[in-house]
């Protein structure tokens, strides 16, 4: 359920310096969210997907994650055409479709899909503890990312303990319909959840003050920037600039 | 509740990010070094319960659960939530990250204010105050994101107005789910761990 499926992995993208990946992937979003010129996007959209395949991710479980993601964008695909104003395309009986509703949606799905893909590419590869490490090394505040270390570590705990209970409530022939014992039963769900996770809290705080917690992390791995590093950084920031060119200079 | 990625203009990325921002440092100055622990546990079990689909009719829904957050963590619900939306951006590519910002606001900022509207009520001894103030929490707060959904989309483009109200009324009856769920999961914590409603929040410490 929370697994890192594509943190394991031996290609060039996987042994990548985090802190690099991180402000690569958040340029490129940024500058990719922003831009709306055709050429840029799909060229942005072939850079992900070569990301992608350089990072040797399952074809499959790629798929998987895009088709999640792109739950909002079949929605807008129903109806932006149809309510979008603008010069009429095509016309089916009462309904008629816009020409800018379709470019919209086709751009919205563009942009979407690239960067969901360079997330998968980047962010995706790299295992959520470095994550966090690479964050407080780029001046995230420490206590933004504790919380995101901590929170990470116990998503997996808390959601074994949510296993046990629904577990618990199958055994006595729980069945899940639209009615109120249904509601009032996960809503108790979610308050033990809750209780059990407080309870398991004090103990861990206790636990952590008693071995000398004093509000630091340290992490075993240490960061370098190689030369495949320096070749990706230098690589995407060309792409980059490439695409900020075509976007604002070479608009027609 | 999210948006995705690529839908939202740069002006309203922007002003999001700097909303989640101001709230985030809110909520970060509330929060001291000894409370971290207990505020991941809640946030990760907030992540794990954002898991829990209810049926409703044929189809089932996912629980949104910001009202709870805010009555249990107040201003902390931003960091709390700005952190579980990153997770579920890099675990299941769910949102993103430019649009981390507007969908941290769009959680959260409901949950402060129900937090500020409801949380003397909800402490309250069991009668029709009580009731009505736990269903409200939790029916405001999935109105309130579904609004600033909606605003972000239409101040993004005129053009989006009917699928935005087409949301909301999409959300109506998950209204009515997340206000029964949060009257009952309250009454829940107020019999089984009653200190739980006290003093995680940052404004009223032990």
């Given at each position: 359920m929370v697994e890192e499926e594509f943190s394991e992995g031996t290609s060039f993208i996987h042994g990548l310096d985090p802190r690099i990946k991180i402000v690569v992937t958040l340029l490129f979003s940024v500058v990719v969210a922003v831009s709306c010129n055709f050429s840029a996007l799909t060229t942005a959209l072939f850079l992900s997907i070569f990301l992608v395949a350089s990072a040797r991710l399952s074809i499959s479980h790629v798929g998987k994650r895009l088709l999640l993601a792109n739950g909002l964008i079949v929605f807008l695909w129903v109806f932006l055409p149809l309510t979008?104003?603008?010069?009429?395309?095509l016309v089916l009986g009462p309904l008629s479709l816009s020409r800018e509703g379709v470019i919209y949606a086709l751009r919205i799905t563009l942009k979407c899909n690239t960067i969901v893909l360079a997330m998968m590419a980047t962010l995706s590869t790299t295992p959520v503890f470095n994550l966090g490490h690479a964050m407080r090394e780029l001046y995230v505040p420490g206590k933004i990312v504790h919380l995101f270390l901590f929170t990470y570590r116990y998503i997996h705990v808390i959601f074994q303990e949510y296993m046990r209970l629904t577990n618990a409530m199958k055994v006595r022939g729980f069945v899940p319909r639209s009615d109120m014992h249904t509601y009032r039963s996960y809503a108790y769900l979610v308050g033990m959840l809750l209780v059990r996770s407080y309870d398991r809290a004090e103990r861990i705080h206790r636990a952590m003050l008693l071995r000398g917690f004093n509000g630091r992390y340290y992490s075993l791995n240490r960061f370098s920037v190689g030369r495949g590093d320096i070749l990706y950084l230098s690589g995407m920031l060309i792409a980059i600039l490439g695409l900020v060119w075509m976007q604002w200079v070479l608009t027609i | 509740m999210h948006i995705s990625e690529g839908v939202l203009s740069a002006p309203v990325l922007v002003a999001g990010a700097a909303v989640a921002v101001a709230g985030i440092s809110v909520g970060l100055r509330r929060m001291d070094t000894d409370n971290i622990p207990k505020v991941a546990v809640l946030s990760s079990a907030f992540f794990v319960a954002s898991l829990i689909h209810v049926p409703l009719g044929p189809a089932s829904v996912h629980l949104i659960l910001n009202g709870i957050s805010g009555i249990l963590l107040g201003w902390l619900s931003f960091p709390s939530i700005f952190i579980a939306l990153t997770l579920q951006a890099i675990l299941?590519?769910?949102?993103?990250i430019t649009t981390l910002g507007v969908n941290t606001v769009v959680m959260a900022l409901p949950a402060v204010i129900c937090f500020y509207l409801f949380r003397v009520y909800v402490r309250r001894d069991n009668g029709f105050l009580f009731y009505a103030s736990a269903f409200s929490c939790g029916a405001l707060s999935v109105f309130l994101s579904c609004i600033l959904v909606a605003a972000a989309l239409i101040s993004t483009e005129k053009s989006f107005m009917t699928v935005a109200k087409l949301i909301v009324v999409a959300h109506l009856p998950i209204m009515v789910i997340e206000g029964i769920m949060t009257l009952f999961c309250l009454l829940f914590l107020k019999k089984v761990r009653p200190e739980l409603l006290e003093y995680v929040n940052g404004t009223n410490p032990q």
């Open positions: 979008y104003n603008g010069e009429t395309l | 299941f590519q769910f949102g993103g």
